[in-house]
């Protein structure tokens, strides 16, 4: 599932940005140290395969509903860690341009969920330790469907973590996981069962093929552990960075510590960067008042009685203002088409 | 038609527009770039429940829509067919945040249905901010453009492949999935041993014609450098058109402008 522009802060959009960002770096460097001009071609048609193949549906068996390939363990096991990255992060690329599957923020994010931990962690640490050079097919489709299984998992939660730390939307930690888990647990196993026959079959048909992926294509040995150290260090830092910036503002993470902590506000020092910051943002700010509610609104009593809850809560908006918006969003809407409109005019008149 | 055959026409459909003449096109790619990433930045980083202050924003998509001559139908029908997962997620917003807001006439509204309108906004502005850049600029001029701002050369290589390889093997998949349908009228999609055995048969077709094409290439003289005739130059007009466009943005990021138009048509017609 493509996480959303509409879903995620600009924080949590950069540094994930950051972080895919790093590793694409990372696997274009290893792909050329390792010299195999051949394999980046290879990679073109094997990522336009994958888009391709997923076009097509098929009838999931037992239900009755359809599904379509995911395709992202079989460039992996294809092409090796470094180069399925590579692929998967492109056909990424591709659906989020043509068909707005995600979006140009949430590409990161999208990488990290899918490539990332298919590539770098489900691939070497379940697939290579299950299968090895002449394994029988039942270790190689259990390897695969657990892998799979895994990866898919894994890219679920980080989806539940990123909407969490974004802010966006209600949905409780916990419900959350109980929605997406389950649901990716079984999309997770109809993509092992497609893997492992796709690679069964390609084994049969074309054996050389995934010969090739494990043995003359170099760099399928990551020292995975150093990677996966050095990545998440620079997450911490960029996303350490990024949020003491986001946090001038009334942001996503702010919003989840104060669900996690139960605290309506952080007790800040009295002085420091803080304060000085916050002065800043009073006398540069137009726009902390304007929305319809402050994040800051300060809790609810439940004692008072409701009318005059109603004329007090700071948290209510005057209905005045109310429609002020309601007629001034129609206006600017209005406008802007009007703009457009006249270009369009003044284009035939001209032609 | 089957979705299959709409999705390829689609994609066709978004290649072709990109390659108009217009006075948007001509911009060079890393300046359209910028200034969407900075659009969709901008209308990512409101807060939760913003509303009014989201509705300035649809001046830039629908200006550069115009400008640019882009079919406002088909990008309309693009959105609404994209994967709805935001909206999947945001509809639980009325549902647990409950608590009223603010009044229209006899409604009281809750923040939850504000919330859920915030990202249906949301999504509308930044997928539609994707399409039309894909759609002013196209794929190639992306992959110039990334090249120019330092990507690996491998990944952009690559990228480049896929997409000149997509359209060709969306053709070979379209044949074989019409040919199923053509033998097999009851049964909408196929079985998963036959779907396995379709995907296994596009895969030997792919390496055999990917060879092929290599081949030919290397005989031609490629040595995994791909030139263009058409050089990018970033000219006074691209910086004016960055500038410009980020300025817009700035002003109607940090205020809000629908809000205070309406303020000012009250006050007005008192």
Redesign the interface.
């Known amino acids: ?10 924080t949590v ?1 950069a540094t994930f940005a950051a972080v895919s960002g790093a590793a ?2 990372y696997s ?2 290893k ?2 140290e390792s010299a195999n ?2 394999i ?10 994958v ?3 997923q ?7 037992g239900t009755g509903s ?1 599904g379509h ?1 995911g395709g992202g363990m079989i460039l992996a096991i294809l092409l090796g860690p470094h180069g399925g990255f ?2 998967l ?3 990424l ?2 659906q ?6 995600g ?3 949430a590409l990161g994010c999208n990488i990290f969920n899918m490539a990332f931990w298919t590539c770098f962690v489900a691939y070497p640490l379940i697939y290579r330790n299950i299968v090895r050079q002449g394994s029988r097919p039942a270790a190689m489709t259990l390897g695969i469907i657990g892998a799979v299984l895994v990866a898919i998992q894994l890219g679920a939660f980080s989806v539940v973590i990123q ?1 969490l730390l974004s ?6 930690f916990l419900s959350f996981v109980l929605l997406m888990q389950p649901i990716h647990l079984a999309i997770g196993l109809v993509e092992g ?2 893997t492992a ?2 690679i069964a ?2 084994k049969k ?2 054996p050389e ?1 995934l010969e090739a992926g494990t043995t003359s294509i170099p760099g399928t040995q990551v020292p995975i552990r150093k990677a996966l150290v050095g990545l998440s260090i620079f997450a911490l830092v960029t996303g350490g960075i990024l949020s003491w910036f986001a946090s001038r ?3 996503g993470l702010e ?1 989840s510590i104060k669900k996690i902590t139960g605290a309506t506000e952080i007790s800040e020092p009295i002085d420091g960067v803080i304060p000085m910051l916050g002065s800043i943002q009073k006398k540069t ?3 902390p008042d ?4 402050d ?1 800051k609104a300060p809790p ?1 009593e439940e004692n008072q009685i409701e009318q005059t809850q ?1 004329d007090q809560n700071a ?3 005057s ?11 129609l ?3 209005v ?3 009007f ?3 006249a ?2 005019r003044r ?1 035939r008149r001209a032609s | 038609m089957t979705a299959f055959d709409s999705t390829f026409l689609d994609l066709g459909r978004l290649d072709s527009l990109s390659y108009n003449n217009t006075i948007i096109h001509r911009i060079d790619p890393r300046a359209k770039l910028i200034v969407t990433v900075v659009f969709i930045m901008a209308v990512v980083s409101f807060p939760k429940y913003a509303l009014t202050g989201l509705i300035p924003f649809f001046t830039f998509p629908i200006l550069i829509a115009y400008l640019a001559e882009l079919p406002i139908g088909f990008l309309f029908r693009k959105l609404v067919i994209v994967s709805p997962f935001a909206l999947f997620i945001g509809i639980f917003n009325p549902f647990l945040d409950r608590e009223v807001i603010t009044r229209l006439g006899f409604m009281n509204i809750t923040g939850g249905w504000i919330s859920f309108a915030s990202v249906i906004l949301r999504f509308i502005l930044t997928v539609s901010a994707a399409l039309i850049l894909i759609a002013t600029t196209s794929f190639p001029g992306i992959c110039n453009a990334l090249d120019r701002l330092k990507v690996p050369r491998i990944f952009v290589i690559q990228l480049m492949f896929l997409y000149r390889f997509i359209f060709v093997l969306t053709e070979e998949a379209l044949r074989m999935v019409r040919a199923r349908r053509i033998r097999a009228v009851d049964q909408k999609h196929p079985s998963f041993k036959l779907f396995v055995q379709m995907l296994g048969l596009l895969f030997i077709r792919t390496l055999d014609r990917a060879e092929r094409i290599y081949l030919a290439m290397q005989s031609r003289g490629f040595d995994g450098e791909v030139r263009t005739l058409k050089k990018l130059s970033f000219t006074f007009g691209d910086l004016a058109f960055v500038c410009l466009f980020l300025l817009l943005f700035a002003i109607l990021r940090l205020t809000n402008s629908s809000q205070l138009l309406g303020n000012l048509l009250l006050k007005a017609f008192q």
Do not use: Q
């Open positions: 599932m493509h996480m959303a522009d509409a879903l995620i802060s600009p959009g694409v770096i274009a460097r792909l050329k001009e051949k980046v071609p290879l990679m073109g048609v094997m990522g336009a395969f888009f391709a193949a076009m097509i549906n098929f009838t999931i068996p359809s390939l590579l692929t992060a492109s056909v690329i591709v989020a341009l043509f068909f707005g599957d979006g140009l923020l909407t802010g966006r939307s209600d949905l409780p069962l497609v026959a796709f079959f390609v048909v074309r093929i503002h009334p942001d919003w700010a137009l726009f304007y929305e319809f509610k994040t609810k109603i948290s209510m908006i209905p005045g203002t109310t429609v002020a918006g309601v007629v001034g969003s206006m600017t809407l406008l802007a088409c703009i457009g409109f270009i369009k284009k």
